[in-house]
């Protein structure tokens, strides 16, 4: 009994000292002495004032001290009640202990000694922590009135239409630290920017003045919290402050844009060797062979204001990646670009804008693995566009056939005609005789489709918005323009995610941040863009980079994604058909593949890389890659086992043919084959004789067709390695 006593005493006093402890640390005596309860006996720790515990470093330490020493009191207590039923209980000792520590807790419980303990350790606790370590309150509430406070302004607010300097002239202490404006942060202009309703200011100060010039709004924002409560899940749902607020076309959050640069990529499938052909076509056309060594094209296919270095692009790609993309001359196994500078305006006509643009050039780019590509290269004409225009004019462009209401609204007017479907434009007015070169083969089994799409019926985006100088580039920006979030059904900016968490984990996957907060790279399954607020000159660099080495980059990208997604689709129809042929052919593909294309390093530079490798990252090709490699090892295996049983039929039937005609059929007939033949006997063969006869004369015509098989395999084999 005595122990238990001791060990009171010992919890007593670790409750005095951690209360002087954390009173060092500038907690107010009721409120320390409360929390260092609450931390020892694990109960009570869930108030407002627990968050002054976690918001300090020591005071966190001393937190974990007496959430480890409650822990152990327990198993203590309960030892020391098996101990008083223990025959050697010594009681006279515990009772000196019990006395001593009651005589100090008695000491520790006087004011004076109390304070003077405060004062001494106080002195140990001032050291510098940083700010982010510490609670809001050890930071800003320096004094009684100080506060810090978030204020929405309501659709009733009278502080709508005025500035922050209007409302907050002659209160000297309040500090509007920033304007909240749906995703948008507005710092540097917050005194001079008019309040709009939806608007969150954060403001820091004193209380006092703050309610003197936002009471209504504060009184409106204690309100409207007693509502949540009592509102239930749905209000809840639709005020939350983690979702994007809605906003429509003119707004501050639907920022302008100086300039918007596109790429419009549709990869195609080609007929079996038709390179040539395609290449003497496009020729008549006036397309010339894009060529590294013809410095002459470096600003031939692109506008007046960019220019793509050959130099460049040479250094930026690795050695033995350079004559795969940019072969000295044709080469059926290489990338052989075909370009025609244009120049010519058009107009897009949708439902709720017009969009005139101009058509820089067109590319024909002829792949291996008869793929290909043909590229629009584009430059939006409209004045003033805001982003929400430019993402809807790449959107609607970029729509081959007409699959949406949207889509069906929409028109190309080229050179006095009009286009229905951007299909049209492309085939009819810009490379008329494509199609015919075509392998329609994908179709097979489509309703609607009028071309033989890959994937789907939209185009690839490459897109490079140049926002004004120094313009904030917001969260919400980068993500609809990676999503191609254009207009929705009503005429205002669409989102695709209001989630902002969603939103923030989306970017950081698909994104790269390298040159924020001046220059974002996005990317997506169907579009790679570049937002920058730089100056003009850097933001013309960056549209260089996009027609020139980025370009290659996410031609090779595709590439790879297509023949993998090729590859795959082939090694299905092989294992319904079971064709030994088109296996061999398959094998030989991914092997092909395999070896001469899928580089693991393709860019020379750290910042080309980066870009590159998120790229594939976005498109799966590595784990496209993986999939055809284990196709690979099915194909051998299932060669191999066909193989083996072919070989182990053929056996049979020549080890029976060999029996039967050396021993058995060669003895019955052979004299009367032997020259010249006895053909008068055969007319008195007996049965077994005829079955002789058959058997060694199908024994003779088994062998020449044996022979005859393998000598027309080693020939064709021989006439592919000619031609490739």
Not at 371 to 397: C, M, S, W
Not at 699 to 722: H, T
Request: proline share 4%; glycine share 6%; net charge negative.
């Amino acid at each position: 009994m005595g122990f238990i006593i001791v060990y009171i005493l010992i919890v007593f006093l670790v409750v005095e000292i951690s209360a002087v402890l954390m009173r060092s640390t500038g907690l107010e005596h009721p409120i320390a002495r409360f929390q260092v309860i609450s931390l020892l006996t694990g109960t009570g720790f869930t108030t407002k004032e627990s968050e002054l515990i976690l918001g300090h470093p020591v005071r966190r330490r001393i937190g974990i001290f007496l959430i480890l020493f409650g822990a152990f009191s327990l198993a203590v207590m309960i030892s020391c009640i098996s101990a008083i039923l223990a025959p050697d209980f010594h009681l006279y000792p515990l009772s000196v202990a019990s006395g001593a520590l009651f005589l100090v807790y008695v000491v520790l419980r006087i004011p004076a000694v109390g304070k003077l303990l405060e004062k001494r350790m106080s002195g140990a606790f001032r050291q510098t922590f940083s700010i982010h370590e510490l609670a809001i309150q050890e930071v800003l509430y320096l004094e009684k009135e100080d506060a810090f406070i978030d204020i929405p302004i309501g659709e009733s607010s009278a502080a709508i239409g005025h500035t922050i300097k209007e409302l907050c002239e002659r209160l000297p202490d309040v500090n509007i630290l920033l304007i909240k404006r749906g995703t948008i942060a507005i710092r540097e202009r917050r005194m001079e920017t008019p309040l709009e309703a939806g608007d969150i200011l954060y403001v820091y100060g004193s209380m006092r003045q703050i309610k003197r010039s936002f009471g209504a709004e504060l009184e409106a924002k204690k309100s409207h919290g007693t509502r949540r409560k009592a509102g239930g899940l749905a209000l809840m749902k639709n005020e939350r402050m983690d979702a994007v607020k809605p906003f429509q076309r003119g707004d501050a959050a639907d920022q302008p844009l100086r300039d918007a640069n596109f790429q419009f990529l549709f990869p195609f499938s080609l007929t079996t060797d038709c390179h040539k052909d395609v290449k003497d076509t496009l020729e008549r056309e006036g397309f010339v062979a894009f060529r590294l060594s013809a410095l002459e094209l470096e600003d031939a296919f692109y506008g007046p204001k960019h220019r793509v270095s050959h130099r460049d692009m040479e250094r930026y790609y690795l050695p033995f990646t350079n004559h795969v993309l940019f072969p000295s001359e044709d080469n059926v196994e290489s990338f052989q670009r075909m370009s025609k500078a244009m120049g010519k305006t058009a107009v897009l006509r949708m439902r709720y804008f017009d969009a005139p643009f101009i058509l820089h050039a067109v590319d024909v780019v002829l792949c291996p693995f008869d793929t290909g590509f043909i590229t629009l290269r584009v430059q939006l004409l409209k004045e003033n566009p805001t982003l929400t225009e430019a993402i809807e004019f790449a959107d609607r462009l970029r729509a081959l056939q007409d699959a949406h209401s949207e889509d069906r609204a929409a028109s190309v007017e080229y050179e006095g005609e009009s286009y229905k479907e951007v299909q049209d434009f492309i085939f009819q007015a810009i490379v008329p005789h494509m199609v015919e070169h075509l392998d329609r083969t994908p179709m097979d089994g489509a309703y609607f489709e009028e071309l033989p799409y890959l994937i789907d019926e939209r185009m690839y985006v490459m897109a490079s918005y140049a926002f004004p100088e120094n313009a904030d580039i917001s969260l919400l920006d980068r993500y609809r323009a990676s999503r191609l979030d254009g207009l929705d059904d009503n005429g205002d900016p669409y989102i695709s995610a209001y989630y902002i968490p969603y939103i923030e984990e989306y970017c950081r996957g698909t994104g790269l941040e390298r040159w924020a907060p001046y220059a974002y790279y996005q990317t997506d399954e169907s579009c790679f863009c570049c937002l920058n607020s730089l100056p003009e000159r850097k933001a013309d660099a960056i549209v260089n980079k996009m027609y020139g080495e980025y370009y290659y980059g996410l031609l090779l990208n595709l590439f790879h994604r297509i023949v993998l997604l090729k590859l795959s689709n082939s090694y299905s129809r092989v294992q319904m058909e079971r064709d030994s042929e088109k296996t061999e052919l398959l094998i030989r593909d991914i092997t092909t593949f395999s070896a001469k294309y899928n580089f693991l390093e393709v860019v020379s530079q750290s910042q080309g890389r980066e870009i590159f490798l998120q790229l594939r990252k976005m498109y799966g090709n590595d784990e496209l890659f993986e999939d055809v490699k284990q196709t690979l090892t099915d194909l051998f295996k299932y060669q191999e086992n066909a193989n083996s049983r072919r070989s182990s039929y053929l056996l049979n039937v020549l080890t029976i043919y060999t029996v039967i005609s050396g021993i058995y059929g060669m003895n019955q007939v052979i004299e009367d084959l032997k020259s010249p033949i006895q053909w008068s006997h055969m007319s008195g063969y007996s049965v077994f004789e005829w079955i002789a006869l058959a058997v060694t004369c199908s024994g003779l015509l088994v062998a020449f067709l044996l022979s005859g098989n393998i000598l027309w395999k080693w020939g064709k084999e021989l006439l592919k390695r000619f031609r490739s």
